[in-house]
């Protein structure tokens, strides 16, 4: 089984660091990509004369897809080259978004959002499968703190550079510009990622069936954990924003340093929390011991810090949602390495399509359920308490559920690596 990377050093190898750099500024264009439609909206709904149900459908649109085709490209990055992969779906969603420019009607517009879904759904797989195949295990620390930074500084620089880019120049060249920037990345990305094994090149026609991921307890419990994870990072994405200015009061000013700096110290703490988890790993703690607590202590922590900002007085918000970004970086940082060390190069990225699936139906029930209840209420009360109760529901799937952070011996992979091995061996592999 070459897939599996071999060092003894939690050091990323120098031939992969552009490789993981390159990882990084790609989540961050993609995350600006997805949310930019919201920083243009006041201007087209204006200028196209959108009614706010149309603008609803056009913020949305973009998870319809994106959503639904994490299995199909999970399977597609375990089948075939995740280099080539990746590259289309980048290329495909930066031409979305520079046409979006060229947009001068709400189904042209529809049509885009859908189709830039479709291309950054292969995002979340492919580091799946790339951390899985290329990095050891304490090397997934860092590599994942790389893109959960890049996850939090794309809405925290995009709503800063869009709202002045668009103010100065307007929203149409800004998209033009943007999605004809992105396309930049591809040559080097072409020229420095490696070959990826692929399941032919292993000699396999298929890895584990999709009903053997299923059925491993802890596939369920990483995919709860992280829609649980998710939940607070949607609610805080999507209501933040509205909550300080019209709950707290704050000035748009304020508000945008404030959601700004949550978001950054989320990006920080991550980076932090990646390169020590790594460490402690290679001095001799399992990745188990350090994964999990990592994962469990960030989720916890997350829930404390939001329900504390449903009763604190305005000046103590601020840290709260300061602390709030920090649990949620350390978090992010591990918890993606537990799902690439399970799953393994045979099934990382079938494992985190539908992982990320589960995930991000989070972005469907966060905002809608923190509306109703604010309609309800009139307050952010609830919204802030359920998103606490969410976390905590996290971290005991990884308390109770998960279990050990080992890669899954799989049936196929037994079958190949021992084809003449003892009857009780093949029994245990049958």
Not at 302 to 319: D, H, I, N, R, Y
Request: aromatic residues 12%; positive net charge; contains cysteine.
């Amino acid at each position: 089984m070459s897939a599996i990377p071999t060092s003894s050093s939690e050091k990323v190898p120098p031939a992969l660091v552009g490789v993981l750099a390159l990882l990084g500024l790609s989540v961050f264009i993609n995350y600006i990509d997805r949310a930019n439609l919201s920083v243009a909206a006041p201007l087209l709904k204006g200028e196209l004369g959108l009614s706010p149900a149309q603008l609803g459908i056009l913020l949305s649109a973009f998870f319809w897809t994106y959503a639904c085709m994490q299995i199909p490209v999970g399977w597609l990055v375990d089948r075939f080259d995740v280099k080539w992969v990746y590259a289309i779906g980048f290329f495909v969603w930066s031409a979305a978004t520079a046409f979006t420019g060229m947009a001068h009607s709400f189904a042209m517009l529809l049509v885009i959002r859908v189709i830039l879904g479709i291309g950054e759904s292969v995002a979340y797989p492919s580091y799946a499968k790339i951390f899985a195949s290329h990095f050891v295990e304490r090397q997934r620390g860092v590599a994942n703190s790389v893109i959960g930074a890049g996850q939090s500084l794309g809405p925290a620089l995009g709503i800063f550079l869009g709202a002045t880019l668009i103010a100065h120049f307007g929203w149409r060249p800004f998209f033009v510009v943007l999605g004809l920037a992105g396309i930049l990345w591809l040559p080097p990305w072409l020229q420095w990622m490696p070959r990826t094994p692929t399941l032919g090149s292993l000699h396999m026609t298929h890895g584990p069936d999709l009903s053997e991921i299923v059925r491993h307890r802890s596939s369920w419990g990483t995919w709860i954990g992280h829609f649980c994870m998710n939940y607070p990072l949607y609610f805080l994405l999507t209501w933040l924003p509205f909550y300080l200015v019209t709950e707290q009061h704050f000035s748009t000013q304020t508000m945008a340093r404030v959601g700004g700096a949550t978001f950054a110290m989320s990006a920080l703490s991550c980076l932090v929390c990646g390169r020590l988890s790594d460490r402690l790993i290679s001095t001799g703690s399992t990745p188990t011991r350090v994964r999990n607590t990592f994962v469990v202590l960030g989720l916890t922590c997350t829930g404390l810090f939001l329900s504390g900002c449903a009763v604190a007085p305005k000046s103590g918000l601020v840290t709260l949602l300061l602390l709030a970004g920090a649990a949620m970086g350390m978090t992010s940082s591990n918890l993606f390495a537990v799902s690439q060390t399970l799953a393994g190069p045979l099934a990382a990225g079938r494992w985190m399509g539908v992982e990320n699936f589960v995930a991000n139906l989070a972005g469907v029930v966060a905002p809608t359920l923190t509306g109703l209840l604010l309609g309800w209420t009139g307050h952010f009360y609830w919204p802030f308490l359920i998103t606490a109760v969410v976390t905590a529901l996290g971290a005991l799937q990884w308390v109770f559920v998960v279990g050990p952070v080992e890669p899954v011996a799989w049936k196929t992979q037994l079958k190949v690596m021992i084809p003449e091995a003892p009857s009780a061996i093949q029994e245990a592999a049958n």
